[in-house]
């Protein structure tokens, strides 16, 4: 319970803060990269380079969040180099590593830019097309989100993608578009309804869906690595994937109920089967049903009451999962009153 309100306090300021800024500062609006790294080292310079170059051309003001996630390959004394000689960078540097979703969160929480890119620092997301993205955000979508048009890897990458998108789009009542990544733009205004949301197993791309902000979506071509490996083992991304499932979705926990429900029915029908047959009619169609086949349908019986009775449980822990998270009752687009202005 004390949650939810120290994180509503936050954003509260956090809008105070930007207000007062803007009235402060120069009219253009300002530009927040915020880029998680792990184990990079060896192609951050040029990447950041590259970044650079482009959001120069941009002409407007920008500010570009490095957080790097627990790096063990001297990634830390890369990005201090850069936050060094360029003072448009700040760095968050994580104790140990967290995951890419904690460190996007971080760097979320700290932009304070009108608009928010979230990019990979690997060079899979290509930054020539941050200038569309802005140019969507300027024509009025809250959030951008890169679809990406393949996947570059290999078949069992692709396969896995197809299956997480379908298991998940099955089991979960919010849909997950295939293909969308975290190279996304989001208003700040989305970022002051992310920062309520309070959960701590997040995938932050599927958390800004379920604000629901007008979206624009621009598909690009995923670039190769610049270097090193993915820093998603394929242990790492099937518990991504199972606690994203988990964290969104309750329906799992029903199965075992409506499993229940057709275990009894059966159970139920085989007895009336048996009392009608055998024991009313005295076994007309010499059926010959066996103690033991009488009691294996009681036991079927059983095991259908125990299976409905964890579906039962379910449901009163699915209100659990859903209250735990303290997620914001609405969230609102925009207030329109004639008398408020
Ligand atoms: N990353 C991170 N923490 C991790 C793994 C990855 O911050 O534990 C960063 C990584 O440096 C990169 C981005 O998240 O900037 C995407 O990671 P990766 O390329 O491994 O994922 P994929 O491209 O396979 O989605
Ligand atoms: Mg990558």
Redesign the pocket.
Same mark, same amino acid.
């Given at each position: 319970m004390t949650r939810a309100p120290s994180s509503t306090r936050l954003s509260t300021e956090k809008g105070l803060f930007a207000i007062l800024q803007g009235m402060t500062s120069q009219q253009k609006p300002m530009l927040s990269l915020v880029?998680?790294?792990?184990?990079?080292h060896a192609g951050l310079q040029a990447f950041h380079s590259s970044l650079a170059e482009v959001l120069e051309k941009l002409s407007m003001p920008y500010e570009v969040i490095y957080?790097d *996630?627990g790096s063990t390959d001297g990634s830390k004394d890369v990005l201090a180099t850069i936050a060094a000689n360029d003072n448009a960078v700040k760095t968050i540097v994580f104790s140990r590593?967290f995951?890419?979703e904690s460190?996007l969160s971080a760097g979320i929480i700290q932009a304070k830019g009108e608009a928010i890119i979230t990019i *990979?620092? *690997?060079g899979?997301h290509p930054v020539e097309l941050i200038p569309k993205f802005v140019d969507a955000w300027k024509s009025g979508a809250r959030v951008v989100v890169g679809i990406r048009k393949s996947t570059n890897g290999n078949m069992l990458k692709k396969l896995e993608s197809k299956l997480f998108y379908s298991v998940f789009n099955k089991l979960s009542s919010q849909k997950l578009i295939p293909g969308s990544t975290d190279f996304r733009l989001i208003d700040q205004s989305v970022q002051s309804a992310f920062l309520e949301l309070g959960e701590s197993n997040r995938m932050t791309r599927a958390l800004i869906d379920w604000l629901g902000f007008e979206s624009t979506y621009i598909k690009f071509e995923l670039n190769k690595?610049m270097q090193g490996k993915?820093?998603?083992s394929q242990r790492?991304l099937l518990q991504l994937a199972m606690n994203s499932i988990v964290s969104l979705s309750p329906r799992p926990l029903y199965i075992l109920g409506y499993l229940g429900m057709i275990v009894t029915t059966i159970a139920l029908l085989l007895g009336l089967t048996v009392i009608v047959e055998q024991i009313i009619l005295g076994d007309p169609m010499h059926l010959r049903i066996t103690g033991t086949a009488m009691l294996g349908i009681l036991l079927l019986f059983f095991v259908g009451i125990l299976l409905i009775s964890q579906g039962v449980l379910a449901i009163y822990i699915s209100h659990i999962h859903t209250e735990s998270k303290h997620r914001p009752l609405y969230v609102i687009d925009y207030l329109h009153s004639k008398r408020i202005g």
């Open positions: 880029i998680p790294v792990y184990n990079e957080c *996630d590593n995951g890419k460190a *990979d620092a *690997d899979q690595r993915p820093g998603y790492k």
